[in-house]
């Protein structure tokens, strides 16, 4: 079977996953564009209730934010395995499957968790990940099912796949990757790839509807430590904020899963993205716009109350 993509001027988007956090701020921009859109209520592992939502909606394109990553962490996906896989890996692909069996773009938010630096890639060296590396982080069972649904999936002809890494909106909601590390008693310093949500989250649907396809690391371009994230943030948020840093070894005592660190190539984003008309700016200059935009009460937000 062949996937021909949808190449009319009335796209329909539907988003599962559209109570969470990501989700909801995905359908609420799609809705202040002006667009055809649908929030989702069935549950990713029901293949029955898409089949029937997808048959009354019709859509031209899905957005898939679904899946879990644990309450209040991804340690909870340690002693939750058949949950996990219920729904980030029998559910992923479920609805993968129905769209492409219905000619449908889907666009699945994934995670570039799925790595941690190596010999290749050494911290600092501005060496990121590609998107044909193989996965070498399997340190927590969620990153190890997200790296092994992003394989298969890689078979579907309708899929474009957006690795996301460590969340930012413009205000401190519990699931934002700020909110998390401010709050934490001790932080790691460790460069990262991050992405705002504020410049990505846009493109995202720019991606969608221009029918993309295949993996994207999908972050802002740089890597960027907790300690310098956190120094922004006391900057132009939080003047009285302090923290204290620990070692991987300390953290280890402390968790139950492994933590990825690691950047991730933004090379292949950047290029489709400047064809869409759309500029990156590198994860520092993120963060700044981020925290003054938050400092300010502006910026993306979600309608959660929290």
Not at 48 to 77: M, Q, Y
Not at 138 to 167: F, Q
Not at 235 to 254: G, H
Request: with cysteine.
């Amino acid at each position: 079977m062949s996937y021909t993509p949808y190449t009319g001027n009335s796209p329909k988007y539907l988003v599962v996953g559209s109570k969470g956090w990501i989700g909801g701020m995905l359908a609420d921009m799609l809705e202040s564009q002006g667009k055809n859109v649908t929030r989702s209520l069935v549950r990713i592992e029901d293949r029955s209730g898409l089949l029937a939502e997808i048959d009354k909606v019709k859509p031209t394109h899905i957005l898939n934010t679904a899946g879990v990553t644990g309450r209040p962490n991804v340690d909870w996906c340690e002693s939750n395995k058949q949950a996990t896989i219920r729904s980030n890996v029998i559910g992923t692909l479920n609805l993968i499957d129905i769209a492409f069996l219905n000619n449908i773009h889907i666009t699945n938010f994934a995670t570039g968790c799925i790595y941690q630096y190596d010999d290749a890639h050494p911290m600092g060296s501005g060496k990121g990940f590609k998107e044909e590396d193989e996965a070498n982080f399997d340190g927590s069972y969620y990153s190890k099912t997200k790296a092994m649904v992003e394989e298969i999936a890689g078979e579907y002809p309708n899929l474009l796949n957006l690795r996301l890494r460590m969340p930012v909106s413009d205000e401190l909601h519990p699931r934002n990757f700020v909110t998390k590390i401010s709050k934490y008693e001790r932080v790691v310093d460790i460069p990262n790839s991050n992405t705002l949500l504020f410049d990505l989250l846009p493109a995202s649907i720019l991606m969608s509807t221009a029918n993309l396809v295949g993996v994207y690391n999908f972050t802002n371009p740089g890597a960027i430590s907790h300690n310098e994230v956190l120094t922004l943030f006391k900057k132009y948020v939080r003047p009285e904020f302090e923290w204290k840093n620990f070692t991987l070894e300390e953290q280890s005592k402390v968790i139950k899963a492994g933590r990825s660190n690691c950047e991730l190539d933004t090379t292949k984003l950047v290029k489709a993205l400047n064809e869409l008309g759309v500029d990156v700016p590198e994860v520092h200059v993120a963060y700044e716009n981020c925290f003054k935009r938050m400092a300010k009460g502006e910026g993306l937000k979600s309608k959660d109350q929290f």
